[in-house]
C-alpha cells in the first residue's frame, strides 16, 4: 500500500509520473522514482523468488541492497536486486524461481 496523502506527521508525498509495468505479463501502474520492490508490494506481491535449492520463498528482507534475497529478472537481465532498481516505463519485471541460494 502506498501513502497516497500526508498528515501533519509526515511531509506531502509528491509522487513520479505514472508508468507502465509488467509483472509475470500483466500490465501494471508504478510511478517514477519508486523501487521495482516498492511497485511489486503496491500490487500485494510479497514473494519475489524461490531459492533454486530448496524452493523457500524470499523477498524484501533488508530493503538497502545487502541481503539479495530480492532478486528478480528485469528486462531479461536476471538476478538484479528489486529494492535497488527503480522503475522504467515499460519495464519488463518477472518473478519465480531464482538461480542462487
Ligand atoms: S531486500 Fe536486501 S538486497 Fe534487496
Request: net charge positive; glycine share 12%; charged share 25%.
Amino acid at each position: 500500500m502506498r501513502i497516497v496523502k500526508a498528515d501533519r506527521a509526515l511531509p506531502e508525498v509528491k509522487r513520479g509520473a505514472p508508468v507502465k509495468i509488467w509483472v509475470d505479463g500483466k500490465q501494471a501502474e508504478a510511478f517514477l522514482g519508486e523501487t521495482v520492490a516498492t511497485a511489486l508490494m503496491a500490487m500485494g506481491i510479497r514473494q519475489f523468488r524461490k531459492t533454486r535449492h530448496k524452493g523457500q520463498p524470499r523477498g524484501v528482507f533488508c530493503g538497502m541492497g545487502i541481503c539479495y534475497e530480492c532478486l528478480v529478472t528485469i528486462d531479461g537481465v536476471e538476478n538484479v536486486r528489486a529494492c535497488q532498481t527503480t522503475v522504467q516505463d515499460g519495464m519488463e519485471i518477472l518473478t519465480g524461481e531464482g538461480t542462487i541460494e
